[in-house]
Every structure is written in structure tokens, then in C-alpha cells.
């Protein structure tokens, strides 16, 4: 037998092995010696409201090139899949590759739609609406030659022709209308530009700069109708929504949302202006009500507010996007940002992404759900999970979980164990009182965590492979797997039901007769 099989097949009886004894270990009603406890009363009559899943709606991804693979269209299908998946939104349908723009001998502007229509009509087709970046400049009408560090080096600069820009938008957009027709159109949003307040926009100044850049290109997206959406700033760090809301009220420019993004490691001082310290646990939720507070006090307080990017961090760091602490993360980050914002869209569904060049190992902390070879991580689980939330959110005391009502009656409650990343952090007990419930009922309970629907472990196991063998992978895609539910019967008398989650762990609790 060749070594790396057998390190391959001992991997395998040591990960079944350790997912056998964890699984048994954490089973709801068992205890588990260390453990803290915590008891949590859930009022199952309890007022509620309207809870619209926000947060699985809107995914980013890879360039708009990549949507092109076949390996991009299968992770897209899997993400939708298990979420609410409606919109996905990418950068650089104006880069190079793509080809929209070019210029002929006689320096005419020469359009190229090729591409563009593989792309939409790809997304289309998987039941996927473009939420469109505006981005980044063609080489042919760039002002300078200046371009962005990525991978793929994007062209930043201001046009060195702005009715050319227009001209750009407006014929993107009278060809997408002729395409697809005003009705689907209507339906998608148009975003400008990506993060001009960072590296991505070299006009100077950047704010006002990008100001005429957004009036430009939304005056001429209304010229070819009024019902197309579109929005801005699609700031980094929570920046300009103010001063942006306060100049498209003065200049009387067309705006239908704003836009904006936030990481869990951006600093105080870029967020907010202050030198305080503000978790990775905070920020984004932080951040969040900061901008729903700017909106509601400005010019225009209707405007929905979309966070077009974010996530636990904007560095790649294995043990955060790559591992089960997203769970509670995102658990946590939903429950709190309830009410505040229209569209909170992960960065990103997929590592077929290449901002930082082509991926070199399964797990190295890319934005995606599915690592590369088609493997599910523990995010991906975790957003399956919380899929299963209801639409109607009951009141609850503060604590770690989230009590919904789906409309069928069935209870949908997702309970956690936050603890920073890495391996620290302690088990919880929570011992779970429904008052109201009548008659029996059992429980359902899904748990992701480090041996539940997380290949990380896996990985680790066979030594970290850089490119994993097929029977690797296929290891790795099981492992990937969301464990089946355990079913626990509770006493009419006194519903309730134990549960311990180990550091990382989510549950979804599922309520039924």
C-alpha cells in the first residue's frame, strides 16, 4: 500500500473515531463534567415581529470573469441550495477581461457585451439576480495607468473622458433593458464603484471625485429608465454615508439605497473615529446601528441600507473563516443587526476567488463557504442552520439565541457557545424552560462546531495536505456533511430540554408536535 494512502485511510479512522466519541459526548440531556451551566426561560407566547432573513439573501464572490467556471456555478448552486441565495454581486464586469469597452483607430468608443450576457445569462439561469458593481475602469478609457494590487489589477483611475463614462453606463444599461427586458431589470441593483474611500480610487479628491463618478453614472442609468435602482457609496469602513445622503439631496442626484462595508478587525478609528477598543465580536453590529442611525437623521431616511460586504475578518485567518467559530459569530451579528439594515451581504460564497492570486490549499482562511474542490465549511453549515429560522422573531431576554416562528407554528429557535478564535473557551450547558407550550412536543437539534460539520479538523488530521489527493478530498466533502439531527420527546407537564455546546457550537432547536 502506498504511503499516502494509508496516511490518507489512517486519517480517516482517527477522524471517524473522534467524530464518534464527540458526538455521543454533547447529545442534548447529557452533561458534560466542566461544563458552565446556564438556564434560559423561552416564552413561546411571547410578542413578536416580522424577522425577513436579511442575511442570506445577498452573497459576494469572486470577479465577474470567474462566474464563467464551472466551479464557481457549482458553489453557487450548493450555497443556494441551503439559503435564500437571491442576488450576487462581484467586482470588474468593466476589467479587461470581461472586454465591455475598447477604443477603435479613429478613438471611437467601441462596446462588446460578449461576456457580459455569458455572465447574467448564467445567473439567471441558476435563479441568481446581479446585484452590479459598477467597476472598475476599462484600460481604454482610464485616465492613467494607475492599478489596484490585486491579482488581477484592476484600473482605478477617474476616465479621462467623463461623458464617456456616461456614455458607458447608459449603453451597459440600454443593453441589459433590450436583453432581459425593464421588468427583470428593475429588480437588480446597480452599486458604483467599490470601496473609493481606500485603494480602489485614485481620484483625488477621493471623496468628491467619486461624487461626480456616482452623479455621472446614476443620471445616466435614470436616463434609460426610472424604475433602474441604483446606490452608493459602497464605502469600505462605514465611511461617507452622511456626506453622501447630504450631496444627493442638495444636487438633487437619483439615489435608491446606500451602500456600504464593514470587517470584524476594521479599527474604531476607521469606523467611528475614536480610539476605542471594539471587538471582532462587536464591529460589525456596531457598525451596522451607526449607519442606520446616519440614514434615519439625514435628508432621506427611507433609503434602504444594504452592507454590500462583510465579514469576521478581512484578513485571511484560517482559524476565524475557515472554522466553526463563525456559528456563533453570525449567529450573534444577525440577531443584533435585526431591524437595522436592509441586506447584509457575506463576503464571500465561494473560494473560486482570486484577489490574493489563484488559491494554493483548501483552508487558508478565504471569505468563502465552500473551500476550493467543492468542500463545505463549517460556514456553510451554519448558514444552513439559520436558514431554518422562522419569519416572525419572538421577544427574548438577552442571551446567546435567537426564538423564532415559522408559519406552519413550528418553533425555530438557534442557540450558541461564543468563544474567541482558536481553541480556548469552555462548554456551556443551556437547560431550556418553554412556558405555553400545550400538549407534547419533541425536539429536533442540528449542531455545527469543530467536530460537527467542519473539515477543518479533518484537514488537520491528514497533516494539511497544499493540494489534497481525490480520496482527500472526498474525505474532506464528508466531513464537510451536516450531522443529522438528534430527536428528543419533552414532557407535556414541563417542556424542556438540556443542551451542551461545546466552544464554537450553534444549534438550531426545531419545536414540533
Not at 470567474?66 to 441565495?85: I, N, Q
Not at 482610464?142 to 467623463?162: G, L, N, R, V
Not at 488537520?460 to 480520496?471: K, T
Amino acid at each position: 500500500m502506498e504511503k499516502s494512502n494509508f496516511q490518507t485511510m489512517l486519517a480517516m479512522g482517527s477522524l471517524l473515531l473522534a467524530l464518534l466519541c464527540t458526538y455521543q459526548q454533547f447529545l442534548p440531556g447529557q452533561s458534560n463534567l466542566g461544563a458552565r451551566a446556564e438556564n434560559i426561560t423561552i416564552d413561546t407566547q411571547a410578542p413578536s415581529h416580522p424577522f425577513p432573513h436579511y442575511w442570506e439573501q445577498m452573497f459576494g464572490s469572486g470577479r465577474a470573469s470567474l462566474s464563467l467556471r464551472e466551479s464557481y456555478r457549482h458553489d453557487l448552486k450548493a450555497v443556494k441550495a441551503v439559503t435564500e441565495f437571491r442576488y450576487v454581486r462581484f467586482h470588474g464586469i468593466f476589467d479587461r477581461d470581461v472586454g465591455v469597452y475598447n477604443e477603435n483607430k479613429q478613438g471611437q468608443a467601441e462596446y462588446n457585451f460578449t461576456y457580459v450576457d455569458q455572465i447574467y445569462d448564467g445567473l439567471l439561469a441558476s435563479g441568481i439576480r446581479p446585484f452590479v458593481e459598477l467597476s472598475f475602469m476599462p484600460q481604454a478609457l482610464a485616465s492613467t495607468s494607475q492599478q489596484q494590487e490585486f491579482f488581477y489589477h484592476p484600473y482605478i483611475t477617474p476616465p479621462k473622458d467623463w461623458n464617456r463614462w456616461g456614455d458607458l453606463i447608459g449603453s451597459f444599461a440600454q443593453h441589459l433593458v433590450a436583453r432581459y427586458g425593464i421588468d427583470e431589470v428593475s429588480q437588480w441593483y446597480f452599486e458604483v464603484w467599490n470601496e473609493p474611500n481606500i485603494g480602489f480610487w485614485a481620484g483625488e479628491p477621493k471623496q468628491a471625485k467619486y461624487f461626480h463618478l456616482y452623479d455621472v453614472a446614476a443620471r445616466s442609468l435614470k436616463s434609460v429608465s426610472v424604475r433602474i435602482r441604483v446606490g452608493g457609496p459602497a464605502t469600505a469602513q462605514a465611511a461617507w454615508v452622511s456626506a453622501f445622503v447630504a450631496h444627493c439631496a442638495k444636487e438633487k442626484v437619483p439615489v435608491d439605497f446606500v451602500s456600504t462595508h464593514v470587517y470584524g478587525d476594521d479599527t474604531a478609528e476607521n469606523v467611528f473615529g475614536t480610539s476605542q477598543k471594539i471587538t471582532r465580536r462587536d464591529m460589525v453590529a456596531m457598525a451596522v446601528k451607526k449607519v442606520h442611525d446616519e440614514v434615519a437623521s439625514s435628508p432621506m431616511p427611507y433609503l434602504p441600507i444594504i452592507f454590500s460586504e462583510y465579514n469576521a475578518t478581512y484578513m485571511n485567518i484560517r482559524d476565524i473563516t475557515d472554522s466553526a467559530f463563525m456559528g456563533p459569530w453570525l449567529a450573534e451579528t444577525i440577531s443584533r443587526c435585526d431591524g437595522l439594515v436592509h441586506l447584509l451581504s457575506y463576503w464571500a460564497f465561494s473560494d473560486v476567488f482570486e484577489e490574493q492570486g489563484v488559491a494554493k490549499t483548501p483552508f487558508y482562511g478565504g471569505y468563502g463557504l465552500v473551500a476550493t474542490g467543492h468542500i463545505s465549511k463549517a460556514a456553510y453549515n451554519d448558514f444552513a442552520l439559520l436558514h431554518r429560522l422562522g419569519t416572525e422573531r419572538l421577544s427574548e431576554k438577552p442571551g446567546p439565541l435567537i426564538v423564532t416562528r415559522r408559519g406552519d407554528g413550528t418553533l425555530a429557535v438557534a442557540l450558541w457557545n461564543y468563544a474567541p478564535p482558536g481553541h480556548g473557551g469552555v462548554a456551556r450547558v443551556y437547560d431550556l424552560s418553554f412556558e405555553g407550550l400545550r400538549g407534547a412536543h419533541h425536539a429536533i437539534v442540528w449542531t455545527v462546531d469543530q467536530h460537527h460539520g467542519s473539515p477543518l479538523a479533518a484537514w488537520e488530521a491528514m497533516g494539511g495536505p497544499q493540494f489534497p489527493a481525490p480520496s482527500q478530498q472526498q474525505i474532506l466533502r464528508q466531513a464537510g456533511q451536516l450531522f443529522p439531527p438528534i430527536i428528543e420527546s419533552m414532557a407535556a407537564d414541563h417542556p424542556s430540554l438540556s443542551i451542551t455546546l461545546e466552544p464554537h457550537g450553534l444549534s438550531l432547536i426545531e419545536i414540533t408536535q
